[in-house]
């Protein structure tokens, strides 16, 4: 999802554990123990949580981009001002997230580094363009919808700092979520050319908002282990479905059809069952070869370089104002 | 060229009068001033507070989670601090 590129082995030199610390460890886990930050962990738990909260974090900072490329044109200020507060919200999302990660013994400053160096990942879905309104509405809908039906799970996951960041994401998601749908709903309800339009950007958004949840279980070889670890609560399949199911017949009631022939109501397992995702796309796009990847990190990079004599100036006078109070007390004295 | 860090400040916020301030994160900014700001800005967009405090990460001291044996225990033996251990008769009445 907003990590999907965690099948990747996590690099770092092989640690050999102690046995009886990793029983330990594990029988916490088991006991639905929350892990705290100064708390014994694997070096491998640790390795796997930094870049799967890093990711997450560069995924909400990347996230604003599309969406912030609508702001200035909202069709109202009712639009504006509830996108703005959304893209706001994502920003907020990114802090906390990599405040989470921090707590695992990184800094923020390296963590961005990376991601600015092009070697972090962040998800796929960000490197699409945002071609229309409509896209606004359908990225509200589907983006953050299949955002929230990853990120619920994760409230309950086993590292403290993680679950606790995703508990504050998730009470601000759902007006996300809602809001886009509105913005289908009256598309939809609008002029033909409107309806049309809200066609158009379900076509592009449906398939990659499924590749969000990253590739299937049978290529996941890292499931299993976040899954014992309580990392992860479902997986990759699982929650695919559970958004396919979702959100179905919300599409339906818009009046909507989604671009897919095979689509079709189980009426056995009362799931949606779905066509073959082009996983060669999915490759492509989070490997850099997407519409928008070059684009999106120079966005933040001239974003991070335009702010750094914000930063140092800051850091100056802060400097500065200590050292004056520091003189006043000693003349004081 | 790596960046001079930005200071770690944790962060705490009354939700309500009569309540406590309880930790909700933490903000990386370069003083107390900013670090301000940047806790409304972060944990406050929905009227989750009526009062902010910052407090330098450095500054705090914290327990060793290894130390939690020594620290915690002993008090489980220690049941006669509680209000259970004592028998009083119930013609008394509620005590
Ligand atoms: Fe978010
Ligand atoms: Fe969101």
Redesign the pocket.
Known sequence: MYSQALNERVEGPRIVEDPEKLAAFQARIDAEERIEPNDWMPEAYRRTLIRQISQHAHS?VV?MLPEGNWITRAPSLRRKAALLA?VQ??GG?GLYLYAAAETLGVSREELYEQLLAGKAKYSSIFNYPTLTWADIGCI?WL??GA??MNQIPLCRTSYGPYARAMIR?CK??SF??RQGYEIMLTLCRGTPEQKAMAQDALNRWWWPALMMFGPPDSESQHTEQSMRWKIKRFTNDELRQKFVDATVPQGLYLGLTFPDPELRYDETTGHWRFGKIDWEEFKRVLAGHGPCNRERLAARRKAHEDGAWVREAALAHAAKRRARERAQRIAAE | MAEAKMPLWEVFIRSRTGLAHRHVGSVHAPDAEMALQAARDTYTRRGEGLSIWVVPSAAITASDPADKGPLFEPTASKIYRHPSFYEIPEEVGHM
């Open positions: 909400e996230g959304k919200d994502e999302h509200g983006v953050d955002a929230i994401i601000e998601e996300h979520q």
